[in-house]
Every structure is written in C-alpha cells, then in structure tokens.
C-alpha cells in the first residue's frame, strides 16, 4: 500500500516512514501543509497520515481538500488536542480516524491496517492463525477442531490479538481496545486475562500462539514472537 | 467587575500556557516513544532490556502527561455539550469495570435508576465516573461489595456508591507509600479524584467523598441540569 505522511516535525515523520516500511508499506513524506496538499490531491495514496498542526496551510484545510476531491481516500488525523471537541471536528470535517500525541507507533500501525482494510476488503467474518479459528458472526472459536469456551472478556481479547495477528500490541492498546477504559499502569488486569487465554487456546496444543514481547506487550503469531 | 474579570483572565492565560506546554511536550515524547517501539527488536539481546526500561518510563511520563491534560479540559464543559444521562453512564462504567473488579474478589451492584442528565460531553462523564468507581475498587477489601444506587428527589437525582469493607477513599493510592512507586500511583490516584470532581461540579452537579467505615461518593445533580447549563 502506498501511504502519504504529513507531519513537520522531520523526527517524528522518519520513524514513522521507517516503522511503515518495515510493514511493507511504500511511503512519502511531506513536512507542510501546502506540499502535503499537492500531493494528496496530485498522486494516488491509500492512505494519509496527516499531522493537524502544519506550517503555513493547516491540517483541518488540507484535510477539507482531500475531502473535495478525493471523497473515500482514508485520512488517519494526528494530533496534540485531545478535548472532545476536537476529535469531533476532526471526524466532522471528513478525518476517518485520529490519534493524539503521543501515541504509540504501534497503535498507529494497527489504526492504518484497520483503515487500509476497511478501504479496500470486506471485514472478514472468520478470524484464523495456523489451526486457531475465531468466527465473529457465530462468536466461536476452535483450536485444531475443538470447541473452546471463551467469556465475552476472553472473546473480545482473543478477537483484537487476532485481528492484529503477527504484530505487536502493547497493554495500553488492549485496555483501551478490549476494556474501552483508559490506560492504568497499575492495573495487570491484561496480563491476568492473557493467563486466562493461555489456558484455554495454548494448553494441550502445538504450537504456542499467544507470545509476551518484553517491554512492550503481547502478540499471537503462528511463527513465535519476535522478542 | 474587574476584580472578578481579572483572576479568570488569568486563570484562562495559566491554562493556556500549560496547555501550550503540554502540547510542545507531546511532540518529542511521541518521537522518542516511537523511537524505542521501533528500535527494542533492533538492539542486541543485553541492551533490551535498557530500551525496554526507558520505554516503560516514557509510557509512565505520557500518562500523566495526559492526566495533566484530563485535568486542564475539565473545567471546560463544552460550550455545545450536550446533557449525558447518567444512568446508562453509570451502568456502562460498571459494567466495564466488572472484570477488573472480578479479578479482585470484588462485586459491583447497581440499582435503581433516575432521569438524570449532566450536562458534559459523555466521554468525560464516563471518565470522570470511571475514576471514581475504580478508585473504589482499589481501595476496597477482597471479598467485599460495592453497591451503587441511583435515586430520584424532588428536586435532585442522587448517585450513592459505596463499599461495603474498604480502606479509606481519598488515601488510596497513598497506602503502602512506602516505594517510590506506590508514591507515584498514590499521586496518580488523587490526581484522577481530582479530575472526576473537577468534570462533575463544572457541569452543575455537587460531588462528596465519605470516607469512614464505608467509603464511596455521593453525586448530586440538581432537577435543572437536565434541562438548562446555568441555574435559573
């Protein structure tokens, strides 16, 4: 997927190209507003990243002409304002998603993928990693052929880890996700949850899906984790 | 007029320029949050775990960072906020709350219902309602309860949580102080009481905290909040 970043802040924007690259994404950059503009509306993206606060034009204008011209062109809003307010004219003037600094570039990944793939595939009913199958119509889940109970909890969990299969996720991420609370570091309501699933998706099977990444957080992945 | 004109002028240009602070904050925390993120596979095995301890230290900086923020935008309601009604507020939050509560042997109850609206964008109300209920998880006992009832006066509907064995409310993170770490959770946790009360009595409504043998909150929301941002 080709994706456009707009960000003046040149740090910030070249770890994000670097962490998108790494994902196999093929990125550029512009680091204002009125460069970030012509390039939106003059070459074809599948997604724009696009940071409010610009040099010169603003973000909300940018994001007002992408929406003139390129009505269904996904934009995902970066900002430091995170009243109310603002995500609501974020989303009002046309933004299909927005994250406010400072995020996580992990986070980030997973809102683009859940863009890119709502932009351009059907939501896929059947969830699978290698014989872990999680039907979300139908709300079951089978390991090698075998029914596994899940709580509504677990299912949620389980759901969110799958749908980001193969990459990492950081406990901030599931609370807000799974919990929809905000992040309590003091809470390991997450780590007793994993154990939970571990339990029941892991124990008696082949191979171990469910990994912990060390200082960042968890990841189910047929091939083990990378950490 | 003036004298009354000044202090929240000032109050409104303190705000301003914290809220300026924080913003220039966030944006090289969020490269140097990214940095690590990308950068904690890349290291060699014995420098891991240093890239791990500085990322969980920034992600410990971000978030209060953002307490600091929830606490500016509390007192601003929202000038087209509409009113949130509180009782599927509340059930929601609880309901939210219910696993983490679980897993500390404790129950939430909630009963009875009211009309009652509050004028805030709902976010913020469940915020603000979250940081209460789950100070109250904290600082109750394994194996206890706690009850949440919502009521309708006269002239008010009345929320009453509170928790049948519990340690005392307004210390709770202050308890076991004894690390720097329960130090600052104890911090954190006064810091989000804080931001519950200020979002709460913004919009209208009278907040109390009991401590004693049963601690939890009373929130009373006056019958014209429902209906009016200012009393009549």
């Avoid at chain 1, 974020?90 to 406010?100: E, M, P, S």
């Amino acid at each position: 997927m080709k994706i456009l970043i707009v960000e003046d802040d040149t740090a910030l924007s070249s770890f994000i190209r670097k962490g998108l690259e790494a994902e196999h994404h093929a990125v550029d950059t512009a680091d204002d507003g009125e460069q970030g503009r012509a390039m939106a509306l003059e070459f074809d993206y599948d997604l724009v990243v696009l940071d409010l606060n610009l040099p010169g034009v603003d973000g909300l204008s940018v994001l007002k002409s992408v929406r003139q011209r390129k009505s269904s062109l996904p934009v995902l809003i970066l900002t430091a304002r995170s009243r109310v307010e603002d995500r609501v004219q974020c989303l009002d003037t046309g933004a299909d998603d927005y994250l406010v600094k400072p995020f996580s570039f992990l986070e980030l990944a997973a809102r683009a993928r859940a863009l890119l793939r709502r932009s351009h595939l059907p939501s896929e009913s059947v969830l699978t990693v290698r014989d872990l199958s999680l039907d979300r119509v139908q709300r079951k889940v089978e390991r090698a052929g075998r029914h596994i109970e899940l709580t509504t909890k677990e299912f949620a969990l389980l759901e969110y880890l799958m749908r980001n299969a193969g990459r990492r996720v950081t406990r901030p991420m599931i609370i807000e996700h799974v919990w929809n609370l905000n992040f309590d570091s003091t809470t390991n309501v997450v780590d007793v949850y994993i154990n939970y699933l571990r339990r029941k998706v892991d124990d008696g099977f082949s191979p171990a899906l469910i990994h912990t990444v060390r200082g960042v957080g968890y990841q189910i992945s047929p091939e083990g984790a990378s950490a | 007029m003036s004298a009354a004109y000044q202090p929240s002028l000032k109050l409104l240009q303190d705000q301003e320029v914290l809220g300026e602070l924080l913003h220039s904050l966030s944006q090289p925390l969020t490269s140097l949050r990214c940095s690590l993120e990308l950068s904690i596979d890349e290291v060699a095995e014995r420098q891991q775990a240093a890239v791990s301890l500085a990322l969980q230290q920034t992600e410990k900086v971000i978030g209060m960072i953002q307490l600091m923020r929830e606490y500016l935008d509390a007192e601003q309601p929202g000038s087209e906020a509409h009113p949130v009604a509180l009782a599927p507020a509340v059930r929601t939050v609880a309901e939210e709350l219910s696993s983490i509560a679980t897993l500390r042997r404790i129950k939430i109850g909630v009963a009875g219902t009211c009309t009652a609206s509050v004028p805030v964008p709902e976010p913020r109300l469940r915020l603000a309602l979250q940081y209460l209920l789950s100070a109250l998880i904290q600082a109750a006992r394994a194996n206890s309860e706690i009850r949440v009832w919502l009521e309708e006066g006269s002239s008010e509907s009345v929320l009453r949580v509170e928790c049948e064995r519990g340690a005392r409310f307004r210390d709770d993170g202050a308890r076991g102080s004894r690390s720097q770490r329960d130090s600052v959770s104890g911090t954190l946790g006064k810091v989000r009481l804080a931001i519950a009360s200020r979002v709460l009595e913004t919009a209208g409504a009278f907040l109390a905290m009991e401590d004693g043998d049963r601690p939890g909150f009373v929130l009373r929301i006056p019958r014209w909040l429902a209906t009016s941002s200012s009393p009549a």
